[in-house]
């Protein structure tokens, strides 16, 4: 182990390495309840982030305007037009980065196990930067509602709605928690697509096999959001950044936080005079 910590390994590191035999059998219950784990977390996400639903969607409509205006002054509202040349090439491009939204969230639980599985001790502190990265996404869906593009072709925008027009339909209100229809910023979809991608390079032996696939993904979630109607790209902007941020965060917390508490305050009573 290596004491040189970075913002995505943990002060006292361990390179990646493949387990075999039982000790990779040992290991798999525990990636089943690492999975779990998130897919409870989620769940309560999107209760949360269900409570921050405007009950004027006027609001959410204002935002996006002044989001497009502003991209239009920058010269960079290209979204539009990078929706429309793929709808050109035909369906089957389109059907694919329909099904790269829709089905995103499994790549996200392939990425984080196989860190997990690869490299359990830089998993456990990425594991907390993810939790992080929730806590400070939820209430900016509060701050800034923000209606997608596909919901502008009524105000002056003809985006499509990719997803309803040619399926699968994502956006069904007959899952287990519907979704707030106006919490487009920031776009989680790509940074934590990005957060697995970076997992993947943590978890890869070969850092330029990890490199290529992590910009592969990055890349590829970004384009997706945009090409389906789902995003502005600043909103992929601000996903990066919430990830950023919660790894700025993660590196200057105490880790392990309890223990390193704990061994603070054994610490300071040995050091303190004995009463006479």
Not at 4 to 29: I, V
Not at 75 to 80: A, D, I, K, S, T
Not at 98 to 104: G, H, L, R
Not at 122 to 136: E, G, H, N, Q, T
Request: charged content about 15%.
């Amino acid at each position: 182990m290596t004491s040189n910590q970075t913002f995505l390994t943990p002060p006292r590191d361990e390179p990646p390495t493949l387990p075999r035999g039982k000790r990779a059998l040992r290991r798999l219950p525990w990636l089943i309840v690492q999975l779990i784990l998130y897919l409870v977390m989620f769940q309560v996400y999107k209760v949360a982030r269900r409570e921050f639903i405007p009950p004027d969607a006027s609001i959410a409509f204002a935002h996006a305007k002044s989001i497009l205006h502003f991209e239009d002054k920058l010269g960079l509202m290209f979204e539009l037009d990078l929706q429309q040349w793929v709808l050109d090439r035909g369906d089957w491009l389109i059907y694919f980065f329909n099904y790269v939204y829709a089905y995103y969230m499994w790549g996200f639980y392939a990425g984080i196990l196989f860190l997990a599985f690869m490299a359990p001790v830089r998993y456990r502190y990425m594991r907390r930067a993810f939790f992080l990265s929730m806590a400070i996404a939820t209430p900016m869906y509060l701050i800034y509602p923000l209606a997608p593009p596909r919901f502008m072709e009524d105000h002056g925008w003809p985006f499509v709605d990719t997803l309803a027009k040619y399926g699968p339909n994502y956006f069904s209100d007959s899952g287990l928690v519907p979704a707030n229809r106006y919490a487009a910023l920031p776009s989680m979809h790509v940074g934590w697509t990005t957060f697995a991608a970076l997992c993947i390079l943590l978890a890869c032996p070969n850092r330029k096999l990890g490199i290529a696939i992590m910009s592969f993904f990055t890349i590829l979630i970004a384009l997706t959001v945009i090409i389906t109607g789902n995003h502005y790209w600043m909103d992929a902007v601000v996903g990066w950044l919430v990830i950023g941020v919660a790894f700025i965060i993660n590196r200057y917390i105490p880790y392990p936080l309890l223990v390193r508490l704990g061994w603070r305050k054994r610490s300071a009573s040995k050091t303190q005079p004995e009463a006479s």
